[in-house]
Nanobody, 127 residues
Framework: VQLQASGGGLVQTGTSLTLSCVAS????????TAWFRQAPGKEREGVGC????????DYAESVQGRVTISRDNAKNTVYLHMSTLKPEDTAIYYC?????????????????????WGQGTLVTVSS
């Protein structure tokens, strides 16, 4: 039973990137899923989240308009699509899942307790 985040890499400013969060051993559609990032020397911050089932997404103000979170329940995967990347987006990106029903919505709050965490994937945006 695990979450695995992938898709990071070295990209140039202004480009786009999609990260994947794949669940194995459980059905991710039953879990609200959040994305976080942690830049060198900084605290982990929430990027956004998506509710379980076919619920909606919510985003941090710092990335609003540049980020889209979606899920493909058939692939047991949640995606984080980032566009117009900036050097300040450089960080290790993590996904985490919590067993919330759709009516609970979602949250990307690093102080909350999540059932599963992915191992992180590094995104480096060059200027």
């Amino acid at each position: 039973v695990q979450l695995q985040a992938s898709g990071g890499g070295l990209v140039q400013t202004g480009t786009s990137l999609t990260l994947s969060c794949v669940a194995s051993g459980f059905s991710l559609r039953n879990y609200a899923t959040a994305w976080f990032r942690q830049a060198p020397g900084k605290e982990r911050e929430g990027v956004g989240c998506i509710s379980s089932g076919d619920g909606g997404a919510d985003y941090a103000e710092s990335v609003q308009g540049r980020v889209t979170i979606s899920r493909d329940n058939a692939k047991n995967t949640v995606y984080l699509h980032m566009s117009t990347l900036k050097p300040e987006d450089t960080a290790i990106y993590y996904c985490a899942a919590v067993n919330f029903p759709p009516r609970y919505g979602c949250a990307a709050n690093p102080t909350l307790t999540y059932d599963y965490w992915g191992q992180g994937t590094l995104v480096t945006v060059s200027s």
